[in-house]
């Protein structure tokens, strides 16, 4: 699936579509690409490549918290809830995954922050 922020009508999407533990996400016009294409899993991952999870960095749970790729562990700074209202919040620590300064522009980055209702925090899937 892919996963698109509301407000930038943009995917999230993997930069040169990198496969390196540590990339960082990135809002990216959506095409469809490996790069771009995501799984919610039934221990609530979200997989790119089939082996990589969205993660908190450093299992941090604080705002401002990087969102990255890592290899799938299992812990949880890699598990998602898909909430009805649109927003993608961490298992972890119970914040939204948000386009950083409200951005849309190609190239904007993701982070955790505080859920605030905000359209940047809006997301919704595609098949």
Known sequence: MLIAGNQS??????????????????????????NQRWTHTANRTLTVYGNKCLDASGAGSSNGT???????????????????????????????????GSGTANGTQLHLWACHGGANQQWSTRS
């Open 9 to 34: 009508g943009r995917c999230v999407d993997i930069p040169n579509s990198s496969t390196s533990n540590g990339a960082r996400p990135q809002l990216w016009d959506c095409n469809g690409g490996s």
């Open 66 to 100: 990087a969102v990255i790729i890592w290899d799938c562990n299992g812990q949880p700074n890699q598990q998602w809830n898909l909430n009805a209202n649109g927003t993608i919040t961490g298992a972890q620590s119970g914040l939204c995954l948000d386009a950083v």
